[in-house]
């Protein structure tokens, strides 16, 4: 399980949560969080589940869809959900970064003239570090999969404005996930996806994240955002401010453990865990805890400090 976690990292993290029961269950359930807003929340029931979450916005002239799921299938499926709603047209999908588990249904809309938006380093990534991270795992199907996603056609550096005509969307890049991250603020609906900038009440996975910025960027959107905000994270269901603020606990403490058990000479995989995870289990174990998730947090969290945690460059 653990190989799992390491070499497939997002887009099998569905693995510890369930997907392997096999039950007619749709992909993901909808949840409408704000005036014409939606939450796509992936389902670990499902036989094939979305294995992350989704969402989208109606506006005045159109819709823009965040993420796109790990099959064209689900996405397929959130499409004819969409068009159950509304005659308008999907203009925009925003990518919130480049693992597969949120992109790989970008071509569904690409093919109905959806510009497909994202941070820079997305563009590069989308193919070459996702069969990177499939590792083991990169069969010939996985590696057609992959090759045969939809790259963004519409690049940003640090911020972008989309407009369905009088709704603004707001799209913001922050580090800490990836290195490629970005949030969609919905202003009149007081709705942040996030990505999986958030995770909430499960362990995130930290292959290619940067701890340090990442504790910084929960600190900048709490400044950003005014009180009754509703946060979609990557994974889980949405949440409150509350709920994001534990999830930077749970960062802030991972980052102190290995610190301290740094400090006190602990060195080599095995140590690490064995002094950290426990201490994790006892204040977290409330959470979806899979403990070799746990481990692989540690062991990335040390790399990052000891500056040896290879992470993808732009």
């Given at each position: 399980?653990?190989?799992?976690?390491?070499?497939?990292?997002i887009?099998?993290?569905?693995?510890?949560?369930?997907?392997?029961?096999?039950?007619?269950?749709?992909p993901?359930?909808l949840?409408?969080?704000?005036?014409?807003v939606?939450?796509?929340?992936?389902?670990?029931?499902?036989?094939?589940?979305?294995?992350?979450?989704?969402?989208?916005?109606?506006?005045?002239?159109?819709?823009?869809?965040?993420?796109?799921?790990?099959?064209?299938?689900?996405?397929?499926?959130?499409?004819?959900?969409?068009?159950?709603?509304t005659?308008?047209?999907?203009?925009?999908?925003?990518n919130?970064?480049?693992?597969?588990?949120?992109?790989?249904?970008?071509?569904?809309?690409?093919?109905?003239?959806?510009?497909?938006?994202?941070q820079?380093?997305?563009?590069?990534?989308?193919?070459?570090?996702?069969?990177?991270?499939?590792?083991?795992?990169?069969?010939?199907?996985?590696?057609?999969?992959?090759?045969?996603?939809?790259a963004?056609?519409?690049?940003?550096?640090?911020?972008?404005?989309?407009?369905?005509?009088?709704?603004?969307?707001?799209?913001?890049?922050?580090?800490?996930?990836?290195?490629?991250?970005?949030?969609?603020?919905?202003?009149?609906?007081?709705?942040?996806?996030?990505?999986d900038?958030?995770?909430?009440?499960?362990?995130?996975?930290?292959?290619?994240?940067s701890?340090?910025?990442?504790?910084?960027?929960?600190?900048?959107?709490?400044?950003?955002n005014?009180?009754?905000?509703?946060?979609?994270?990557?994974?889980?269901?949405?949440?409150?401010?509350?709920?994001?603020?534990?999830?930077r606990?749970y960062?802030?403490?991972?980052?102190?453990?290995?610190?301290?058990?740094?400090?006190q000479?602990?060195?080599?995989?095995?140590?690490l865990?064995?002094s950290?995870?426990?201490?994790?289990?006892?204040?977290?174990?409330?959470?979806?805890?899979a403990?070799?998730?746990?481990?692989?947090?540690?062991l990335e969290?040390d790399?990052?400090?000891?500056?040896?945690?290879r992470?993808?460059?732009?």
């Amino acid at each position: 399980m653990l190989r799992v976690i390491g070499s497939l990292a997002i887009a099998l993290c569905f693995a510890w949560t369930g997907c392997a029961q096999q039950r007619p269950e749709p992909p993901f359930t909808l949840t409408q969080i704000g005036t014409n807003v939606w939450a796509a929340i992936d389902n670990p029931k499902a036989a094939t589940p979305a294995s992350a979450n989704a969402g989208f916005v109606i506006g005045d002239d159109g819709v823009v869809v965040i993420d796109t799921f790990f099959s064209e299938e689900a996405a397929t499926q959130l499409l004819a959900e969409i068009q159950q709603r509304t005659k308008l047209p999907v203009k925009y999908v925003i990518n919130t970064h480049y693992h597969i588990d949120h992109v790989a249904g970008n071509g569904v809309f690409a093919k109905t003239g959806a510009a497909i938006l994202a941070q820079r380093n997305v563009r590069g990534w989308i193919h070459s570090e996702n069969l990177r991270l499939l590792g083991d795992f990169l069969t010939p199907e996985l590696k057609a999969q992959t090759d045969s996603i939809v790259a963004p056609t519409v690049d940003y550096e640090d911020a972008t404005n989309l407009y369905l005509g009088s709704r603004a969307i707001q799209v913001r890049s922050f580090l800490g996930h990836t290195g490629g991250d970005s949030i969609v603020v919905v202003p009149d609906a007081k709705v942040v996806f996030l990505g999986d900038l958030f995770w909430r009440n499960m362990l995130p996975t930290l292959i290619d994240a940067s701890t340090k910025p990442w504790v910084e960027t929960l600190d900048a959107i709490a400044a950003m955002n005014e009180p009754g905000y509703t946060f979609v994270p990557g994974h889980g269901d949405p949440g409150s401010a509350t709920d994001v603020a534990a999830f930077r606990e749970y960062l802030t403490t991972l980052r102190a453990l290995v610190a301290d058990a740094r400090a006190q000479g602990k060195t080599g995989d095995d140590a690490l865990a064995q002094s950290i995870v426990p201490k994790l289990k006892e204040k977290f174990g409330q959470w979806e805890f899979a403990e070799p998730v746990a481990k692989s947090n540690v062991l990335e969290t040390d790399a990052e400090m000891r500056g040896a945690k290879r992470i993808p460059m732009p």
